[in-house]
């Protein structure tokens, strides 16, 4: 059996990329796919309760080293129940969001070393790695509106300060300049159906697929 494909979004806040995940899953499933669309942190129901302890409350709620441990402790689960299986069955899977936030989000904007968040990865994660990476792309400001302007509660990382965001868009863009064989990076600041189209032209172009 041919292994899927493992394919994820990243990017700051507000920059669309639930909704670009749902539109890539959606399309692969029509050209006759088995697919399987996901999440984290969460994506599996051991991953998803320790989502709630990280995406609520106060945004200093969590050191940075406690908050990279929760992060991973959903990753390895969620690789084991969900993603690992399906790959195995020849599913395509679409993540939004995986290890490239915990580098972006926890060491290059929350300071915590970047030796270490490698480290971890490769130890409790065999050094997995998506064959594809969109990381989506916008504005700091403009995606902090977007992302305001949505109605939920989960908004800890959100309300962290405008220095942070900006580390963090620097911090994507610096993870995908180092593995340009593995990352493409898309500007998010056009209609839905262009960044779509570029999502699309960048799945097939790396991976063969669709
Ligand atoms: P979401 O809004 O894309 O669902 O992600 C939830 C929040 O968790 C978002 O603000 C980014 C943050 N996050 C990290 O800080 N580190 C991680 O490893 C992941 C997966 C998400």
Known sequence: MTRG????F??????????????????????GFDVVQTREPGGSPSAEDIR??????????WSPIAETLLFYAARVEHWRQVI?????????VVCDRFADS????????????????????RLTMTGVEPDLTLVLD???EKGLLRAAARRDDETRFERKGRSFHDKLRQGF??????????????????PIERVHAA????????LSVG
């Open 5 to 8: 494909r493992f394919i994820t």
């Open 52 to 61: 709630a302890l990280l995406v609520t409350g106060a945004a200093d709620r």
């Open 138 to 140: 916008i504005d700091v």
């Open 173 to 190: 863009l610096d993870i995908a300049g180092r593995a340009p064989a593995r990352c493409v990076v898309i500007d998010a600041d056009q």
């Open 199 to 206: 999502v699309l032209a960048a799945v097939k172009s790396h």
């Open 102 to 121: 915990t580098m972006a989000y926890q060491a290059y904007a929350g300071g915590l070393d970047r030796r270490l968040v490698e480290d971890l990865h």
């Open 10 to 31: 990243e990017g700051g806040e507000g920059t669309g990329k639930s909704t670009q995940a749902r539109l890539l899953a959606s399309y692969l499933a029509q050209s």
């Open 84 to 92: 690992e299986p399906a790959i195995a069955r020849g599913a395509h």
